[in-house]
């Protein structure tokens, strides 16, 4: 059931109820552990153990997985959080206390009584809303629900607010119905001026609703105000109002109001009482936890002490024999080392001693392959400068045949060689320069050289055949026989 379906006060089973106590307080519900059995109906054909069967069925919205709390209303389970309850109500928080086992599963929860499940509702929607912006209950009813339920079970918060909700939208009957139940006074006479300044009477189940005394005193308002002149104003009307209402009715309300407020400073003194009980009984607990775990961290800080100067002991020797024996092992890796040193060394210097003989060897035999080389090199160049140059000579000699058959300037001489020399020169570098006119054409003589103005020294210096024959130096020889030449035919 939720808090739309609340059951309105005009059903003919409340307004008889109604009717019959209309002064009376109302009764505060009966909220015991119960171990009530299971609604047949519920699970006619269950297979579970009788252990297992919940005395209930679980509310479809107010069942909560993180409850821990649970109510058992017209055959409904609700499993809520029991902080709301435990902050805002003493009854609950004395309850709580007195019995905190009541109500902690599914299997025993708080039996309320006297409460109908759309009532229940309509309280936990306030509790625990479905959404926080907007109110869920708009009724009279709903409203009316949770004062009567705010009042009994000392809920002050959510009485001012269902007071201040039904104030705007309660009539005139609901103020004064109200008002007389649950001890609103300052609703009271604004309902009975209302209700003696309307046109028409109360209705049959508006009377019903009042009761026999205030229904009287509507009329017997009404009926003054009908004997004077029409028209009353209102300050008239809530006097004849207040001059009707009871005194001593007044009067003991207020007692009731100061019975209540000593019963609950009473009832306040005892929850103090035994919340100082229980502070001081988790003091002593708490006391007696302290030292005793004083006494194990004592205990423990000497064995622990113990233990680490047994543990110093054993480290201080480990290191000590640590050190002899990294000691005997650095001695005698010191000693390998050494040895290893000196057989690296030894190695060293034989590899050198090979490496230098093997060196040596290595440039000896280099030095006699370059010497080879040259010597082929300078060989190969004598021959081919003394075939170019006996190609020359031949060649000269040609052309001096052809320009003297006769021989004329072999026996008379031609002038400076350098002339010859430099014309040979300017055609081929490779020529051996004009002395070569000058030979002659027979035989390779001296006397040719000598008719040049040449010795045998020169000729052989320059590369030219003489009388001990050969070439000399190549192309070098070529280059400095011309020099020579022109150098002997400038000579006085």
Same mark, same amino acid.
């Not at 479905?130 to 959510?158: I, N």
């Not at 609703?209 to 004997?227: H, K, P």
């Not at 207020?254 to 035994?274: L, Y």
């Not at 005793?292 to 064995?303: K, N, Q, V, W």
């Given at each position: 059931?939720?808090? $739309?379906?609340?059951?309105?006060?005009?059903?003919?089973?409340?307004?008889?109820?109604?009717?019959?106590?209309?002064?009376?307080?109302?009764?505060?519900?009966?909220?015991?552990?119960?171990?009530?059995?299971?609604?047949?109906?519920?699970?006619?054909?269950?297979?579970?153990?009788?252990?297992?069967?919940?005395?209930?069925?679980?509310?479809?919205?107010?069942?909560?997985?993180?409850?821990?709390?649970?109510?058992?209303?017209?055959?409904?389970?609700?499993?809520?959080?029991?902080?709301?309850?435990?902050?805002? $109500?003493?009854?609950?928080?004395?309850?709580?206390?007195?019995?905190?086992?009541?109500?902690?599963?599914?299997?025993?929860?708080?039996?309320?009584?006297?409460?109908?499940?759309?009532?229940?509702?309509?309280?936990?929607?306030?509790?625990?809303?479905?959404?926080?912006?907007?109110?869920?209950?708009?009724?009279?009813?709903?409203?009316?629900?949770?004062?009567?339920?705010?009042?009994?079970?000392?809920?002050?918060?959510?009485?001012?607010?269902?007071?201040?909700?039904?104030?705007?939208?309660?009539?005139?009957?609901?103020?004064?119905?109200?008002?007389?139940?649950? +001890?609103?006074?300052?609703?009271?006479?604004?309902?009975?001026?209302?209700?003696?300044?309307?046109?028409?009477?109360?209705?049959?189940?508006?009377?019903?609703?009042?009761?026999?005394?205030?229904?009287?005193?509507?009329?017997?308002?009404?009926?003054?105000?009908?004997?004077?002149?029409?028209?009353?104003?209102?300050?008239?009307?809530?006097?004849?109002?207040?001059?009707?209402?009871?005194?001593?009715?007044?009067?003991?309300?207020?007692?009731?109001?100061?019975?209540?407020?000593?019963?609950?400073?009473?009832?306040?003194?005892?929850?103090?009482?035994?919340?100082?009980?229980?502070?001081?009984?988790?003091?002593?607990?708490?006391?007696?936890?302290?030292?005793?775990?004083?006494?194990?961290?004592?205990?423990?800080?000497?064995?622990?002490?113990?233990?680490?100067?047994?543990?110093?002991?054993?480290?201080?020797?480990?290191?000590?024999?640590?050190?002899?024996?990294?000691?005997?092992?650095?001695?005698?890796?010191?000693?390998?080392?050494?040895?290893?040193?000196?057989?690296?060394?030894?190695?060293?210097?034989?590899?050198?001693?090979?490496?230098?003989?093997?060196?040596?060897?290595?440039?000896?035999?280099?030095?006699?392959?370059?010497?080879?080389?040259?010597?082929?090199?300078?060989?190969?160049?004598?021959?081919?400068?003394?075939?170019?140059?006996?190609?020359?000579?031949?060649?000269?000699?040609?052309?001096?045949?052809?320009?003297?058959?006769?021989?004329?300037?072999?026996?008379?001489?031609?002038?400076?060689?350098?002339?010859?020399?430099?014309? $040979?020169?300017?055609?081929?570098?490779?020529?051996?320069?004009?002395?070569?006119?000058?030979?002659?054409?027979?035989?390779?003589?001296?006397?040719?050289?000598?008719?040049?103005?040449?010795?045998?020294?020169?000729?052989?210096?320059? +590369?030219?055949?003489?009388?001990?024959?050969?070439?000399?130096?190549?192309?070098? +020889?070529?280059?400095?026989?011309?020099?020579?030449?022109?150098?002997?035919?400038?000579?006085?």
């Amino acid at each position: 059931m939720s808090a $739309s379906s609340v059951e309105s006060f005009t059903d003919f089973e409340d307004l008889d109820a109604m009717s019959e106590m209309p002064d009376s307080p109302p009764k505060s519900p009966i909220l015991v552990a119960s171990n009530a059995p299971s609604i047949e109906k519920a699970s006619p054909k269950s297979h579970l153990p009788p252990s297992t069967l919940l005395p209930g069925i679980k509310h479809a919205r107010f069942c909560f997985e993180d409850a821990n709390v649970t109510f058992l209303v017209e055959g409904f389970l609700y499993c809520v959080p029991k902080y709301f309850f435990r902050r805002d $109500s003493l009854y609950f928080r004395t309850l709580f206390l007195d019995h905190p086992d009541k109500g902690a599963d599914l299997a025993t929860p708080i039996r309320l009584d006297d409460v109908k499940c759309s009532e229940f509702d309509a309280l936990l929607s306030i509790l625990y809303p479905m959404h926080f912006h907007e109110c869920e209950l708009k009724t009279v009813e709903a409203w009316t629900s949770v004062l009567r339920l705010s009042t009994e079970w000392s809920f002050p918060s959510l009485r001012t607010l269902a007071i201040d909700r039904l104030l705007p939208i309660a009539s005139p009957v609901d103020k004064v119905v109200l008002g007389r139940t649950y +001890g609103i006074d300052a609703w009271l006479q604004p309902g009975f001026v209302a209700l003696c300044d309307r046109p028409q009477l109360p209705t049959m189940d508006e009377a019903i609703r009042l009761g026999f005394r205030d229904t009287m005193l509507i009329m017997a308002v009404r009926e003054s105000m009908r004997s004077r002149e029409p028209g009353w104003p209102t300050d008239e009307i809530e006097h004849v109002v207040g001059t009707h209402l009871n005194p001593e009715e007044n009067e003991a309300v207020e007692r009731q109001k100061v019975d209540d407020e000593v019963v609950a400073g009473k009832r306040a003194h005892e929850e103090a009482v035994k919340r100082k009980k229980v502070f001081e009984e988790a003091a002593a607990k708490k006391k007696k936890a302290d030292q005793e775990a004083a006494a194990r961290r004592r205990a423990e800080a000497e064995h622990q002490k113990r233990i680490a100067e047994e543990s110093a002991a054993r480290k201080k020797a480990d290191k000590e024999a640590a050190f002899k024996k990294w000691e005997a092992e650095h001695r005698m890796a010191e000693e390998d080392a050494a040895a290893q040193k000196k057989l690296e060394e030894a190695v060293a210097k034989k590899k050198a001693e090979e490496l230098t003989a093997k060196q040596r060897d290595d440039e000896a035999v280099a030095k006699k392959k370059a010497d080879d080389e040259a010597a082929a090199r300078k060989k190969e160049d004598d021959a081919a400068a003394l075939k170019s140059w006996e190609e020359e000579y031949d060649r000269k000699e040609a052309e001096v045949k052809n320009a003297d058959p006769w021989g004329m300037a072999t026996k008379t001489g031609w002038g400076k060689l350098s002339d010859w020399g430099a014309a $040979s020169t300017n055609n081929n570098s490779n020529n051996w320069g004009a002395w070569g006119r000058l030979s002659a054409t027979d035989d390779k003589d001296s006397d040719h050289y000598e008719a040049m103005g040449l010795e045998e020294e020169e000729c052989e210096k320059g +590369g030219m055949p003489g009388k001990k024959g050969g070439i000399k130096k190549g192309k070098k +020889g070529k280059k400095q026989a011309a020099i020579d030449t022109d150098a002997s035919a400038n000579r006085p």
